[in-house]
T-cell receptor
Framework: AQKVTQAQTEISVVEKEDVTLDCVYETRDTTYYLFWYKQPPSGELVFLIR??????QNEISGRYSWNFQKSTSSFNFTITASQVVDSAVYFCALYGGATNKLIFGTGTLLAVQP | DTEVTQTPKHLVMGMTNKKSLKCEQH?????MYWYKQKAKKPPELMFVYSYEKLSINESVPSRFSPECPNSSLLNLHLHALQPEDSALYLC??????????????FGDGTRLSIL
């Protein structure tokens, strides 16, 4: 079975703090893809990053960084020096060949206070 | 601005009405999706079209009827909906369903309220 777990339901930080959003996944596929999406109050899901199962290199994009560890089945997302505009729900998602579907975690609501 | 355009942004309808949700993309994507999202929940897949053919129907009630008239357009026809159908309906597209792992690009969604 495929599953994505985001144990943090809500996180509240003060602006300029660093924050890490956790994502743990389960799959039996050897080839799979992991994603992070951001959903601001407007509703649109904004694609942030994709990682395939063969690429464990960490990635940094501006204030965003991602840590993919197959050994612990985790794909965590860190925002450095958070800003109010980062306030949103963040979804981790898994795409595998078995289902050919995007499986979403339950999401983490991040509130960045000024 | 999102590259997937959904209209209308908001829709209020009675249980006996018939309405349609529209989705349009001009990225040349050949896979299009409908999702339903309830408050504080993740999106749930409803339908997938691949090359204008319905490839996945997640056991959605027949009061929801999808249509893909061409590669750029996706409609969701609504009839005799129930109050529990009130939700955010999201459309998405991706380059080709046969190319695994391509990111899906989402529209802003239609917020649907059933009276």
């Amino acid at each position: 079975a495929q599953k994505v777990t985001q144990a943090q339901t809500e996180i509240s930080v003060v602006e300029k703090e660093d924050v890490t959003l956790d994502c743990v996944y389960e799959t039996r596929d050897t080839t799979y893809y992991l994603f992070w999406y951001k959903q601001p109050p407007s509703g649109e899901l904004v694609f942030l990053i994709r990682r395939n199962s063969f690429d464990e290199q960490n990635e940094i994009s501006g204030r965003y960084s991602w840590n993919f560890q197959k050994s612990t089945s985790s794909f965590n997302f860190t925002i450095t020096a958070s800003q109010v505009v980062d306030s949103a729900v963040y979804f981790c998602a898994l795409y595998g060949g078995a289902t050919n579907k995007l499986i979403f975690g339950t999401g983490t609501l991040l509130a960045v206070q000024p | 601005d999102t590259e997937v355009t959904q209209t209308p942004k908001h829709l209020v309808m009675g249980m006996t009405n018939k309405k349609s949700l529209k989705c349009e993309q001009h990225m040349g994507h050949r896979a299009m999706y409908w999702y339903k999202q309830k408050a504080k929940k993740p999106p749930e897949l409803m339908f997938v079209y691949s090359y204008e053919k319905l490839s996945i129907n997640e056991s959605v009630p027949s009061r929801f009827s999808p249509e893909c008239p061409n590669s750029s357009l996706l409609n969701l026809h609504l009839h005799a909906l129930q109050p529990e159908d009130s939700a955010l309906y999201l459309c998405a597209s991706s380059p080709w369903r046969g190319r695994p792992g391509q990111p899906q690009h989402f529209g802003d969604g239609t917020r649907l309220s059933i009276l």
